[in-house]
């Protein structure tokens, strides 16, 4: 309540600054007489149709110009709801190998062996992006190891997975969305150098967007009334439910390079929508639209592109992948603790629980539609290799 009483006091102070030529011409006839005397002005409500036995002007008139880009007081939320959070649960432990490169990662037949490097029963290939998955671990000496599927032990960190989970839609929503992807301090203005609003928003807060103007060679979003934020703090989910060309059953994903977003639509309908990472340079994700060619619960990825093979990653049990465009996939990322950059050698990296939803929805032949709206990314496919994780 004391939060909706300061903004309608800034709306207020805001009107007395944006209309006051426009108010006292409506009030004033040629002979200069007042044809409004005596009436009183609207109440400061959201009023699309202004007219009837008040006057339409001051906190009346901005308010409603406001509520045609969406933006009402109180915020009207948007009409989604969380997934189900058990959709973050996955059946495997997870753990990064302690290896530097170029050692070769070995395993042991006990704790006790793999603390003293005795014995060794075989060996991982080198790498620098080593994640295994494991069904015990034991601390020896202050180290701790861990058992994988085959019986082996390894020197290991286990390791947490994000739990970030996006939105599920009830209706398309009226004005466009985003989430902060790193701590931001809005600012009064759409400037740099324009005094900060009070407090800050931290990374993964759901925003609704009503404005994106280009300023000194930034863009600017105002996530409340004159509360805007930076490009660089914020990706933005523009809502399209016109079917991509060439998409034949009205069901497709949207992968959107430039946003680093995903959404799901059927019928015309927004279902799905989340933060995702995409291929970074040079390991782009190819835009273009290609069908969902193979969907596997599990899979264990490999691969390496510099000449050395310093590159090699070895990411055990990947949970719910979907094969889209060769080895490229869409799939849960167990090792990515920030979504919203580009980060992977060329897949669709998602949260665990992300994954999952999109998995228990999708079908071997929906359409994937790979888009950058910026023309960044290349779009030769001679450019493109099998691609990976």
């Not at 509520?67 to 709801?81: D, F, R």
């Not at 034991?138 to 739990?163: C, D, H």
């Not at 989910?237 to 079917?243: A, I, L, Y």
């Amino acid at each position: 309540m004391k939060r909706i009483f300061i903004v309608l006091i800034n709306v207020i102070i805001f009107s007395a600054f944006l209309y006051p030529k426009q108010a006292a011409a409506s009030l004033q006839t040629q002979s200069g007489s007042e044809p409004y005397a005596g009436q009183v002005l609207c109440l400061p409500g959201a009023f699309n149709d202004l007219g009837g036995d008040c006057v339409p002007l001051g906190p009346s008139k901005v308010l409603s110009e406001l509520a045609k880009i969406g933006l009402t007081i109180p915020e009207t939320p948007l009409p989604t709801k969380n997934p189900d959070p058990t959709l973050t649960d996955v059946s495997y432990h997870f753990a990064r190998l302690n290896v530097e490169w170029p050692d070769r990662p070995a395993f042991y037949s006990s704790p006790l062996d793999a603390s003293t490097g005795s014995n060794p029963i075989g060996y991982l290939p080198a790498g620098r992006f080593l994640y295994i998955s494991y069904i015990n671990r034991s601390i020896v000496n202050g180290k701790q190891f861990v058992q994988i599927y085959g019986g082996g032990w390894l020197r290991a960190s286990p390791t947490e997975y994000s739990k970030f989970q996006g939105l599920v839609f009830q209706k398309n929503p009226r004005n466009s969305f985003g989430w902060i992807i790193d701590l931001a301090t809005p600012k009064t203005s759409p400037d740099i150098n324009s005094p900060s609003s009070s407090g800050t928003i931290p990374r993964e807060t759901l925003i609704q967007i009503y404005d994106v103007v280009e300023a000194y060679g930034r863009k600017w979003y105002m996530i409340v009334l004159n509360q805007w934020v930076e490009r660089s703090q914020i990706r933005q989910v523009s809502v399209n439910p016109v079917p991509p060309k060439g998409v034949d059953n009205s069901r497709w994903i949207e992968v959107n390079l430039y946003e680093q977003t995903l959404t799901v639509y059927e019928q015309g309908n927004l279902l799905f929508a989340t933060l995702i990472a995409t291929g970074a340079k040079p390991y782009y994700t190819q835009p273009g639209l290609f069908k969902i060619s193979k969907k596997t619960p599990a899979e264990t990825m490999t691969g390496a592109f510099e000449a050395d093979k310093s590159d090699y990653y070895f990411l055990q049990d990947v949970p719910w992948t979907m094969y889209f465009d060769k080895s490229r996939a869409l799939h849960g990322a167990y090792w990515r603790a920030l979504f919203g950059y580009p980060q992977s050698h060329g897949c669709v990296n998602l949260s665990i629980g992300d994954s999952r939803w999109l998995y228990d929805w999708a079908r071997e032949g929906d359409w994937v539609y790979v888009v950058d709206p910026s023309g960044m990314t290349p779009t030769d496919p001679a450019l493109y290799t099998q691609g990976g994780a």
